[in-house]
C-alpha cells in the first residue's frame, strides 16, 4: 500500500502540474488521517464501536469532510496573485500592492467569508441535538409494584447517562386535577391514559405509567414528547416481572420522545407489522412477542446510525447498555431491588 | 477637643427615646396567643388509626377568601404504619359546625365551580386537588372550600365523613397544656 502511495506520488511529482495539485493531495491525506484518528479516539473512549461504514455515515465524519472542503475551497481561493502577462504582481508598498490587487483581494476577502459561513453552517447542520430531561409520574400502579422501588429504577437509569435524566414527580394522580373541559375531554377520549398524560405534562416531555387499559394499544402509547406506558397486560410480558418490562419501556419511550422532538422519530415507528427482526420501534400485534423484544433488545445498525447522527456517540452508547438490561440483572440493582423493595426481578 | 458633659449627654439620648416612642406604640398591637388545632382520630378497620387535624388561624381565616367566594382550611391526614385510606370527592363529606350550624365544604371545585377551578394553573390544581387515596404513614394535606358568606366566625368543630370507611370523625379543638 505504501509503495503504491510512493509509487503515485513519484510519478505525480515529475508533472508540471504538481506545484498546483500538491496543496490539495496535503488536504486529502489530512481527511484520511483524521478521520481514522476519529474513529480509534471514537472506539477508545465510549462502549459503543461503530463500523468503520456506519461512522462515515456519521456526523463526525461529515464535519471531517466540511473541514477539509473548506480548507481546500480556501487553497483555492488564496492562489498566488498572476498578472494578465503572466508575470508575478510586485510586492512594494502596501498601497502600491492594493492599487494592483484590489479587485482580487475584495474577491478573495468575500470568498473566505462564504467559505468560513459555510463550515459553519454545516457544522451546525451536522451537529447532534441537545436531548430534553423526561418526567416520569406513576399515575396509578398495581398494588405489588411500588413506586419507591420504581423511582429506585429509575434513578438507576439515571447513574448510567451524562446528559440527560428523568426526573420522578411522587404526586399521586386523579383526574380531579384536570381542567373541567380536560377531564371531560379525557373521559370521552378513546386514549383516556395519553389524554391524561398530555394534559398534565404541560408541553414538556413525559412519561406516565399506569394500570389502567390504554384503549387504543397494548403497552404504550406515543405523541410528540409524550408517552403513556400501561401494565394492564402483565400476562403478556409474565413471567418478566413488572419492573424489568417497565424500564425496557422507559428506556424505548424516552428514545421515541427524544427523536420525536428533533423531528426524526421514523415515520413507520410502531407500526403494525407481522414480519419483524426486534428492532426498537417494529411492533408486531402478537402481545407475545413483547418478551422476545425486551429479552434481546439492541440497536439495529440503522438505529445505531439514526440515534449516532441524531444525539451523538454518548447517547448511542448509553442507549446500547441500558438496552440490554445487564445494569438490571447485576448484582447490586437486583440485591437492592430485592432486599430493599421487596421486589422479584423475573430472570 | 469640645468635650461633652455627661447632662447634655443624658439630653440627647432622652430626645431620642421621645423621638422614637411614637413607633414603639405600634409592638404592642397584634395577634397574640395560638391558633386552635382541631384533631380527631378516625379508627381503621384493623385497629390502626388516622389522625386528622386542621390548624385555623382567626385572622387570616376569617380576612382572606378565594376568588371573594370560599374560605378554605388545610387538613392534615396522618394515617398510621399498616393502612391507608381511599377517599373520594365525590362520595366523603367535609363540614363545619359554626354557631349551631353546618356548612358543607366543596371538595371538588372541578365540578362544584369549574370556573374558578379552570382558572387555577396545573401547579396549583394539582396541589388542591382531593386525593384519591392516603397512604400509609405518609401525612397529606386536603383542602376544603366553605363558602364564605356562610362563614363568618370560628368554626366549633369540623366533621369528617369517608365513605369507604362508613365513618365520620369530629374534629375538635384540643386544648393547650401550659
Redesign the interface.
Known sequence: MNKLLDLLLGYLKGRAYWAALEPFVIVAVGWGSAQLLVYQWLTASSSFKPSIELFLQSYLSTRITIVALGIAAMILAMRPFGRKDGAPGPVGRLAQYWQQNRISVVRRALAIIVIVASVAVGFRVYSPNRVSHITVRFMALDGDVTAEALAYLVYELNRRQRHWYFNVDF????P??????E?EGCAANERPQLCHALA?S?GAPFIGITSAPLGGAYFAEHRGAVSAISTVDRDAYAPLSTYEYLAYCLILQAIAIHLDSSGALPADAFAEDRVSHGGLFQFVPEKQALKSAILAARLSPDEEALLLNEFGSDYVATCASLLTMEWLYGGRVRGNLERVFGAKIGR | MARYSFPSIALVFAGVLLAVAPDGRAEISGSAGRAPNYVGMLDLANGDRCEVSIQVERVSFLLTSVANKYRFVRMLVNCGKQTGLTLS?AADRLEMTIEKRTVPAVL?L??SD?AL??SLD?NM??TL?????IKPNEPVYVFGFFPADQVNAMPASFTLTIASLGRSVTLQVRVALA
Not at chain 2, 129 to 133: D, E, Q, R, T
Request: aromatic fraction near 10%; proline fraction near 11%.
Open positions: 404526586r399521586p394522580f386523579t380531579e386535577m384536570l381542567t373541567s373541559a377531564a398534565l404541560g | 370527592s371538588s372541578q365540578k369549574s377551578w379552570d396545573l390544581r394539582q386537588a382531593y386525593p384519591p387515596a
